[in-house]
């Protein structure tokens, strides 16, 4: 049997979501595994469901099989553990699946909102080369023929196209590794998150990625919560969720007053986890024992202030990339345009 490749978040959303309802229906795990393993198309999840099968049925638990293949997070192999235990596995797989579900809408809006000015920055450098490289030169035939020069700023583009035409495939080719290589080095998880870490500190994405972080530890804290698990491990674990140093080094600051036996809501304040009325809101949720409810209410909101971000976000770039583009090809055009013009009103 192959290697099978790490699952993506909407993968183990699927999975846990037709498991929790292979387990509401009392249906044994083994022969619930062998029914969506009939199920699947692919040849990597058959293998997949097929060595979960063959755990379970040799006597395995749920999470011994999942941490047996090597593809499962641990949160979701720790998680899957305490519901066994607690009788309480399908609610958590349920849970899980919400949760993951959300975290491939959350990436999906991501991947949206940056592939549009992505192709915009693509096709305003395709028009520009266009206009040096094909456009220039025909400018340049008429200047020689009226007897006189191009502009110094038309001249040195024109230079630059001629060295961009001679070089096309070999920067053509420079510019598609360094993009692979780019995309390559992203995919490591260390590298991704040394990366996102620099732009939640930028002016612009910071209040974007803690809104992300925040609402990955909301709905971290709702699943810990309503699965019952210890919450110094909890913390321990969705701090390994986050991906995010700031929010990282909050976490540290809640796990470390919770040593000190303070309350979860006295360790967020302490911490400044949270807005002001988020944390009052948790500490008389702690109070009524409904903690778990606010926290899914709290990562909704994180949610919906992500999208809206994303969309302030867009509507800032798009605007900004067609303004820039306008500037840089009106200036290219000017530069040939009006010394051609002063020659057309001189000779009139």
């Known amino acids: 049997m192959g290697k099978i490749k790490k699952l993506s978040k909407a993968e183990i959303s699927s999975f846990c979501r037709q498991t929790a309802l292979i387990q509401k229906g009392g249906i044994k795990l083994a022969e619930g595994m062998s029914i969506l393993s009939n199920d699947t198309i692919s040849s990597e ?87 040096i490289v094909k456009v220039l030169p025909i400018f340049k035939q008429v200047f020689v023929q009226l007897g006189t020069d191009m502009s110094p700023l038309a001249l040195k583009l024109m230079s630059l196209g001629s060295y961009l035409s001679d070089w096309a495939v070999g920067i053509t080719i420079v510019l598609a590794v360094i993009a692979l290589i780019f995309f390559i080095i992203y995919r490591i998880p260390s590298v991704k ?87 009052r809101m948790i500490a008389v949720a702690e109070q009524s024992g409904q903690v778990d409810t606010i926290m899914l209410q709290i990562a909704h909101h994180y949610e919906n202030a992500t999208e809206k971000q994303l969309r302030r976000l867009v509507s800032i770039i798009e605007p900004t990339l067609v303004i820039i583009l306008s500037l840089i090809v009106g200036i290219i055009l000017l530069s040939v345009l009006l010394p051609l013009m002063g020659i057309m009103s001189s000779i009139g």
């Open 45 to 131: 999840g058959k293998d997949l469901l097929m060595q979960i099968e063959d755990s379970t049925r040799h006597g395995n638990k749920l999470f011994e099989a999942l941490e047996s293949t090597g593809v499962f997070p641990d949160y979701v192999v720790k998680l899957v553990s305490l519901g066994e235990y607690t009788g309480n596995l399908d609610n958590v797989l349920n849970s899980l699946a919400d949760y993951y579900e959300r975290e491939d809408d959350i990436s999906d809006s991501i991947k949206s909102a940056v592939t549009y000015p992505l192709i915009m920055i693509a096709m305003m450098f395709l028009i520009i080369i266009v206009l």
């Open 193 to 279: 998150r040394k990366i996102q870490n620099i732009l939640a500190k930028m002016p612009v994405t910071r209040d974007f990625y803690i809104n992300i972080a925040s609402g990955r530890f909301a709905s971290g804290m709702f699943l810990a919560y309503s699965s019952g698990m210890d919450m110094f491990q909890a913390l321990k674990m969705i701090e390994q969720l986050i991906e995010n140093d700031i929010m990282a080094s909050k976490i540290a600051t809640i796990r470390e007053e919770i040593r000190n036996n303070s309350t979860l809501s006295e360790s967020f304040d302490k911490a400044e986890m949270f807005t002001y009325l988020y944390r």
